[in-house]
């Protein structure tokens, strides 16, 4: 229970740190990854999940190079690399289900939050703070693990 607190912790010091500077720091990052492990070992990590979800993720960044190089678009247009580390250090937090289910959902949420922000707050906004808005879906999901470990 304790390494999902701090895992918890960390994403809200992220998701902050994205939405003020539209960069994380790669230390929060590594200590998250950490965190992440020390959560997953705890509750009895399954490889071949991390595996999985590993793998689903590569073959989704593998689509979206594909998308880049049809359109002639820079990666950095798309997603930071922020975004896509801390996308890598949460994999083993998930089994593969819930790690499909969650990451799908969470990009949809993230256009949805980011079009309204857009629509009623800062029409001129270039960049997603993806890790924000991925952030906030993840309380979501962890929030009744802690409850469940009580």
Known sequence: MIAYLIVIG????LAIQDMQHR???VWLLAVLGAATLWAAYSNHLIWIDMLLNAGYLLFLFALTGLYLLVTRRKPAQMIGKGDIVFL????????????SYWLILSLLVSLIIHGLVQWLIRPKEPS??????LS???MFHLIPTLFESI
């Open 23 to 25: 960069q994380v720091s």
């Open 10 to 13: 960390l994403v809200v010091v």
């Open 88 to 99: 890598i250090v949460l994999l083993p937090l998930f089994s593969f289900e819930a790690f």
């Open 136 to 138: 906030l879906c993840l």
């Open 128 to 133: 997603i703070p993806l890790v924000t808005y």
